[in-house]
């Protein structure tokens, strides 16, 4: 059974930061380019960052360029999203993906940017 389990989100003020971990178990991890999906109320589910298995390359939205770094330990089947300088608009649930010759999704995790 295929399980991607997102934790580490929340509420935290403007300019804050918050660090998302995904943790897959089912899969052969290292295979698998990962990414950060975010959905907010009203708006279609957009990319928020991909990295993929074997070189590591990682690729950002446009509004979160900068400021958002994706990364993975392959030894953990760990996916995280290091968020910086948060900004309300951040406000979505972020969801973790998984992409080989599969397509997973996690649940979700809540994160709320206000003062």
């Known amino acids: 059974q295929v399980q991607l389990v997102e934790s580490g989100g929340g509420l935290v003020q403007p300019g804050g930061s918050l660090r998302l971990s995904c943790t897959a178990s089912?899969?052969?991890?290292?295979?698998?380019?990962m990414a950060w999906y975010r959905q907010a109320p009203g708006k279609q589910r957009e990319l928020v960052a991909r990295i993929t298995s074997s070189f590591l390359t990682t690729t950002y939205g446009d509004s979160v360029t900068g400021r958002f770094t994706i990364s993975r330990d392959n030894t953990k089947n760990t996916v995280y999203l290091q968020m910086n300088s948060l900004k309300p608009e951040d406000t979505a649930v972020y969801y973790c993906h998984a992409n080989y010759y599969s397509v997973y999704w996690g649940q979700g995790t809540q994160v709320t940017v206000s003062s």
């Open positions: 089912g899969i052969n991890f290292s295979r698998y380019i």
